[in-house]
C-alpha cells in the first residue's frame, strides 16, 4: 500500500506541476537584453550583434523585441563601474519585462551571472564569445547555454609556419596577458605542448614601443596579433585600428585571431567568425523564446573558427596559396580581368573571332576577285588578240600594199644603182642618193612591220605611263593607207597639252583603231564626204579625253545604250565584239567610254582616262 500510495503522490505532483512549467514557458516575452563586454565601435563585436539581429528578424512568426547593451568593459571597470551600470539596468528595464538574456563575451557573462539574482531572476542566459577554459573556470548554471569558441595558440603557429617557412620565432602582440580576449592561455599550450619557436611577448606595451618592436623582428618570425585596446597613453581605439598602425611599421607578415583585423593588414590564420558566433547566440535564444528549456539546448563548441587568408597580403610576403592549411578561404583577391570583365571579355573574344573570320573571309574574297581579275585580264589579252587579228586581216590587203610600194621602191632604186655602177665613170653622187632612198623605203617598210607586231604581239596587261598623243598618232599613222583605200579622209588634232596617263599601250591603241574601222565602216555606203576627226584633250587636272567622230548617218537614238553590249552589230557580216572588247579595256584602265549622235551628223564615241599622277 504504501508504494502504491507513493506513486499515486507522485503522479499527482507531475500532473498539478506540469501545467504550472508549461504556462511558465508560455508567458515568457518575446524580448532579448544583449549585453556585450565592448563598447561597440569594433567591427568585431558589431557583427556579431548584425548577425544575431538579422538571424531574429528572419523569425517571423513570433516578433521578437531585442534591447542592447555595451558594457565597454576594455576601457571601464573596478566595483564602484560595474555597482553603477547594474543600477542602471535595473533601472531602465524595471517596466520592460526580459525573456532571454544574451552575453558576449567572458566579462559579460561573469558579470550577468553575478546580478541574476537580483536582476533576471529565472530568466535564461545565453552566453557567446566565451573560451573552452572560462567556461571550466565559470562553470555556468543550467539556466545558462550557449556557444564555446575555442582559439588555440598552437593554430596560430601553424599559421605563421604557413606563412614563413622557416618560422624561428613569432611575436606576441596584445594586451596584458589577463585582458586578453584570445591566446590568454598561450604559456600553457606551450608548456603542455612544446615548440620550436621562440616567443617574443610585446604585450600590455605603449603603441610606441609596440610600433619600435614590430618594425626591428630578425628574419624568419611572424607577429600573432591578438588586439590592441589602449595606447599605453590613457588613449582607447578599435583593435582593428591598432592593427593598421602596426601593420604599417611591422617588418614581418602578421597572424590574427579575428576575420575583421583580415583587411587592416593580417596575412590571416585561424580566426573566430563573428557572423556564426552571432547566429548561434540568436538561434539559441529564439529556441528558448519558443519555449524549449535551456536545460535541453547544452552549452557546446561551435564552428566558429577558420582558416581565413588576406590575399593582397599573400602578394606582399610572397605567401604561396599551395602552402596554406586544407580547406583555406582567401578574401580581397582581386579578381583576373576575365573575372572582373566576364561578359565583357566575351563580348570582346566573341567580336574578334567574328571579325578575324570576317577579315580572313575578305582576303579570302579579295584574294579569289584578285584571281578571277588577273585571269579575266587574259580573257580580255586572248580576246583581245583575236580582235586585233581579225582586224589585221580586214587590214591585210592595205598592209600589203602599203608594203609593196616601199618594197618595189627599194627594188627601183638598187637595180638603177647597178646599172650606173656597171659604168665605166660612175656618177657616185647619183649612187649615194639612190642609197638614200633605199634607206628610206627600208625604214618606211620596218615601220609597217613593227606596227603590224605590236597589233598582233599577245602580250600580258602591263601599265606604265604613256603619251596619248602619241598612242592616237601611230593608230591613225597605221590606218592611214586603209582610209586612203576606203576614200576616207584622216583628221587628228592633238592636245597642245602632253595628256600622261598610265596604261597598256598596245590595248589602249587597239581600242581607236577599233573605233576608227567602225567609223569607216558606218561611212562604207556613202558616195563622198567620207571624214574621220580624231581629238585629244585635257580636261583640267583630273582626265585626258579621245574624240573619234564620223560623217556618217550616225547610230539609231534607241539602240545608243546598246553599242557597247557583246554581239550587239549593225554590220552584215560584224561579230559584235569589237566595241564590247573596247569597253571592257577602258574599264580595266578605270576609264569611261560612251557614244551620242552629232547635231549635224554623225557619231562620236568619248574615251576618257585619269590623268597619271
Known amino acids: 500500500m504504501d508504494n502504491a500510495f507513493r506513486l499515486s503522490l507522485i503522479i499527482l505532483l507531475a500532473a498539478l506541476l506540469s501545467p504550472v512549467d508549461v504556462r511558465a514557458q508560455e508567458m515568457r516575452p518575446h524580448s532579448m537584453l544583449v549585453l556585450d563586454q565592448s563598447d561597440r565601435r569594433g567591427l568585431f563585436y558589431y557583427q556579431i550583434f548584425a548577425a544575431l539581429r538579422t538571424e531574429v528578424n528572419a523569425h517571423a512568426h513570433a516578433p521578437?523585441?531585442?534591447?542592447?547593451?555595451?558594457?565597454?568593459?576594455?576601457?571601464?571597470?573596478?566595483?564602484?563601474?560595474?555597482?553603477?551600470?547594474?543600477?542602471?539596468?535595473?533601472?531602465?528595464?524595471?517596466?520592460?519585462?526580459?525573456?532571454?538574456?544574451?552575453?558576449?563575451?567572458?566579462?559579460?557573462?561573469?558579470?550577468?551571472?553575478?546580478?541574476?539574482?537580483?536582476?533576471?531572476?529565472?530568466?535564461?542566459?545565453?552566453?557567446?564569445?566565451?573560451?573552452?577554459?572560462d567556461f571550466a573556470r565559470l562553470r555556468p548554471?543550467?539556466?545558462?547555454?550557449?556557444?564555446?569558441?575555442?582559439?588555440?595558440?598552437?593554430?596560430?603557429?601553424?599559421?605563421?609556419?604557413?606563412?614563413v617557412p622557416h618560422l624561428t620565432a613569432v611575436a606576441l602582440v596584445g594586451e596584458d596577458?589577463?585582458?586578453?580576449?584570445?591566446?590568454?592561455?598561450?604559456?600553457?599550450?606551450?608548456?603542455?605542448?612544446?615548440?620550436?619557436?621562440?616567443?617574443?611577448?610585446?604585450?600590455?606595451?605603449?603603441?610606441?614601443?609596440?610600433?619600435?618592436?614590430?618594425?626591428?623582428?630578425?628574419?624568419?618570425?611572424?607577429?600573432v596579433y591578438s588586439g590592441l585596446y589602449s595606447d599605453g597613453s590613457g588613449n582607447y581605439q578599435p583593435p582593428a585600428e591598432a592593427l593598421r598602425l602596426v601593420a604599417a611599421k611591422a617588418n614581418r607578415p602578421i597572424v590574427v585571431a579575428?576575420?575583421?583585423?583580415?583587411?587592416?593588414?593580417?596575412?590571416?590564420?585561424?580566426?573566430?567568425?563573428?557572423t556564426q558566433i552571432g547566429m548561434d547566440a540568436a538561434r539559441r535564444a529564439l529556441r528558448i523564446l519558443d519555449g524549449e528549456a535551456p536545460e535541453n539546448l547544452p552549452a557546446s563548441v561551435i564552428d566558429a573558427v577558420q582558416p581565413v587568408f588576406n590575399w593582397q597580403q599573400m602578394q606582399h610576403w610572397g605567401v604561396s596559396e599551395s602552402s596554406l592549411p586544407p580547406g583555406s578561404r582567401i578574401e580581397l583577391r582581386e579578381p583576373s580581368?576575365?573575372?572582373?570583365?566576364?561578359?565583357?571579355?566575351?563580348?570582346?573574344?566573341?567580336?574578334?573571332?567574328?571579325?578575324?573570320?570576317?577579315?580572313?573571309?575578305l582576303l579570302h574574297e579579295r584574294h579569289m576577285r584578285r584571281m578571277a581579275e588577273v585571269e579575266a585580264r587574259n580573257r580580255l589579252s586572248q580576246l583581245a588578240h583575236v580582235n586585233r587579228q581579225a582586224t589585221?586581216?580586214?587590214?591585210?590587203s592595205s598592209i600589203a600594199h602599203e608594203l609593196n610600194q616601199p618594197l618595189g621602191s627599194i627594188l627601183t632604186n638598187a637595180e638603177t644603182a647597178e646599172l650606173m655602177l656597171g659604168a665605166a665613170k660612175p656618177d657616185l653622187g647619183e649612187v649615194r642618193e639612190i642609197i638614200s632612198d633605199i634607206k628610206r623605203d627600208d625604214l618606211r617598210a620596218s615601220e609597217v612591220i613593227r606596227?603590224?607586231?605590236?597589233?598582233l604581239k599577245r602580250a600580258p596587261f602591263e601599265t606604265k605611263e604613256i603619251d596619248l598623243n602619241q598612242i592616237v598618232r601611230e593608230a591613225f599613222d597605221f590606218l592611214g593607207l586603209q582610209a586612203s583605200a576606203r576614200n576616207v579622209a584622216l583628221y587628228l588634232q592633238t592636245s597642245p597639252q602632253v595628256p600622261r596617263v598610265r596604261g597598256d599601250p598596245v590595248q589602249l591603241q587597239q581600242v581607236i583603231i577599233n573605233l576608227v574601222v567602225n567609223s569607216m565602216d558606218a561611212m562604207a555606203k556613202m558616195p563622198y564626204g567620207r571624214t574621220i576627226i580624231g581629238r585629244t584633250e585635257v580636261n583640267g587636272d583630273a582626265s585626258a579625253v579621245i574624240s573619234i567622230s564620223d560623217s556618217g548617218p550616225g547610230i539609231p537614238q534607241d539602240r545608243l545604250n546598246d553599242v557597247f553590249d557583246p554581239f550587239f552589230t549593225t554590220k552584215e557580216q560584224g561579230m559584235g565584239i569589237g566595241l564590247s572588247i573596247a569597253r571592257?579595256?577602258?574599264?580595266?584602265?578605270?576609264?569611261q567610254i560612251w557614244a551620242e549622235n552629232q547635231p549635224g551628223g554623225g557619231a562620236v564615241f568619248h574615251l576618257s582616262l585619269p590623268l597619271a599622277a
Open 64 to 133: 521578437t523585441t531585442v534591447y542592447s547593451e555595451s558594457l565597454d568593459l576594455s576601457r571601464f571597470g573596478g566595483e564602484a563601474y560595474e555597482e553603477s551600470f547594474r543600477q542602471f539596468l535595473e533601472t531602465k528595464y524595471r517596466d520592460r519585462p526580459i525573456g532571454v538574456v544574451v552575453a558576449v563575451g567572458t566579462a559579460a557573462l561573469e558579470l550577468v551571472l553575478r546580478w541574476r539574482s537580483r536582476l533576471w531572476a529565472d530568466v535564461p542566459v545565453v552566453f557567446a564569445l566565451v573560451e573552452e577554459t
Open 141 to 163: 548554471p543550467s539556466m545558462a547555454t550557449g556557444g564555446i569558441t575555442s582559439t588555440k595558440f598552437a593554430d596560430a603557429i601553424k599559421a605563421a609556419r604557413a606563412i
Open 177 to 223: 596577458w589577463g585582458r586578453q580576449l584570445v591566446f590568454r592561455n598561450w604559456k600553457d599550450e606551450v608548456a603542455a605542448v612544446g615548440t620550436d619557436v621562440r616567443v617574443i611577448e610585446i604585450l600590455g606595451r605603449p603603441m610606441k614601443e609596440v610600433l619600435e618592436r614590430v618594425a626591428a623582428l630578425p628574419e624568419n618570425s611572424a607577429i
Open 258 to 274: 579575428s576575420e575583421t583585423f583580415i583587411e587592416p593588414g593580417g596575412v590571416g590564420g585561424f580566426v573566430l567568425l563573428p
Open 337 to 361: 580581368f576575365l573575372e572582373k570583365y566576364r561578359w565583357r571579355s566575351v563580348v570582346l573574344v566573341a567580336a574578334l573571332l567574328f571579325q578575324a573570320t570576317l577579315i580572313s573571309f
Open 392 to 396: 589585221a586581216g580586214e587590214l591585210s
Open 451 to 455: 606596227r603590224m607586231r605590236s597589233l
Open 584 to 591: 571592257t579595256i577602258v574599264l580595266a584602265h578605270s576609264g
